[in-house]
């Protein structure tokens, strides 16, 4: 099997009413992603998808044809795609950063695998360790009201986990979380997000202040200018301390474990620049004594299917104490699949087909399709 056309398809899918996002970055409404077909000179063609938010990683779509088209297809054209390892190295070789472009990449190559010899992706990281992927439902940074209603929601329709976006001003911050715990009630656990928004002097202080609200976890409280300011906030406070932004390499990851930064790694495909990475990371923090957790940016339906086979297969990532953020599609107005993903409101479940298990629907892909309608194909 040869790789014979490297294909991108910018879309634009909206999230739903009264499920968008807000966070120290923003809000997010619409997501601008590119989605990956890769062709082969057999019936198989792999897929994979490209979460984008300039904010955050700092590629945008335009950008991430451009570094397909331009350089990593071009690459690709005549490879065998089951040769993971060697195509990885040579996507790497042909630019630098570009994490979420080169997850797309990999996680279509990793589909066609799956599709080569008739087995899902976990059967290819080695089998399931768990039946099933606990997970939680975010809380954008809204005024208290919006806030508690949303939670309010997510709780109604079973969810048993939730992380409430903080990091943009620390008293209505204090605020939303206290009022989310009061409705949720005590045992529901409840971690928070700031999205590097605080530093670190609210941060102590706003913790502080949330200590009778039994936090299970505190995500990126701080920027990731300075690593340090984590070692300091981890020894200042009870709440488990979780590294996002900080880590996308493995040698961000191998840094941040040797000063004791944190005490959780959230970790996932798209960050990472792929599914090999993930595990790379995920096996480096647990030789060190910190767990995983799967993170996300709000991911359709390809990428959170990469998510979940990698979810369900790595002990390293802990789903069972650090439930993960498989919620993506749920708060999209589609997910591009021709069947929907088994998602919540308590568990996630992986797809059992060959590659991913998932198949594009076209008349959403058409539907969503970017205002351009812009498609490349190489080869």
């Known amino acids: 099997m040869k790789i014979t056309r490297v294909e991108t398809i910018p879309v634009e899918v909206p999230l739903k009413e009264g499920l968008t996002t807000k966070t120290a970055g923003g ?12 062709h082969t000179d057999s019936e198989h063609i792999g897929l994979g998808e490209a979460t984008l938010s300039p904010r955050w990683s700092g590629e945008t779509s335009p950008g991430c044809v451009a570094a397909i088209e331009g350089l990593i297809g071009p690459a690709l054209i005549g490879e065998d795609p089951t040769a993971l390892t060697h195509l990885r190295k040579k996507v790497d070789g042909t630019i630098r950063f570009n994490p979420f472009a080169k997850a797309a990449v990999e996680m279509a190559l990793w589909d066609l695998t799956g599709k080569a010899v008739n087995k ?5 990281l080695g089998g399931k360790v768990r039946k099933e992927l606990p997970m939680k439902m975010v809380v954008g940074a809204f005024p208290v009201p919006q806030a508690v209603a949303l939670a309010e929601r997510f709780l109604a329709e079973g969810a048993k986990n939730l992380k409430v976006k903080v990091g943009l001003n620390p008293t209505q911050d204090i605020a939303r979380v206290r009022a989310v715990r009061q409705a949720a009630g005590p045992d529901i656990p409840i971690g928070i997000d700031a999205n590097q928004g605080w530093d670190l002097a609210t941060a102590r202080r706003c913790l502080a202040e ?3 609200c039994n936090l299970c976890f505190a995500e990126q409280p701080v920027p990731v200018t300075n690593p340090q300011d984590l070692v300091r906030l981890r020894a200042d406070t009870r709440v488990p301390i979780m590294a996002d932004e900080s880590v996308f390499t493995l040698q961000e990851a191998r840094h ?3 000063i004791g930064a944190a005490d959780i790694i959230s970790v996932y495909p798209g960050k990472h620049a792929g599914i090999a990475a993930t595990r790379e990371i995920a096996h480096l923090t647990q030789a060190a004594g910190i ?9 359709l339906g390809i990428a959170t299917a990469a998510m979940l086979h990698i979810g369900i297969a790595e002990p390293a990532i802990d789903s069972e104490r650090y439930p993960g953020d498989f919620l993506g599609p749920l708060y999209h107005q589609a997910d591009l699949l021709t069947e929907p993903l088994a998602l919540g409101p308590t568990a996630a479940r992986v797809p059992e087909g060959p590659g991913l298990g998932v198949e594009l629907d076209e008349e959403q892909l058409d539907r969503y399709r970017d205002a351009s309608g812009r498609a490349t194909q190489l080869g």
């Open 291 to 299: 767990l995983c957790s799967m993170g996300s940016n709000l991911e």
């Open 120 to 124: 899902p992706v976990y059967q290819l």
């Open 210 to 212: 949330l200590a009778d």
């Open 256 to 258: 941040l474990t040797t």
């Open 27 to 38: 809000e997010h409404v619409v997501s601008p992603y590119v989605v990956i077909r890769i």
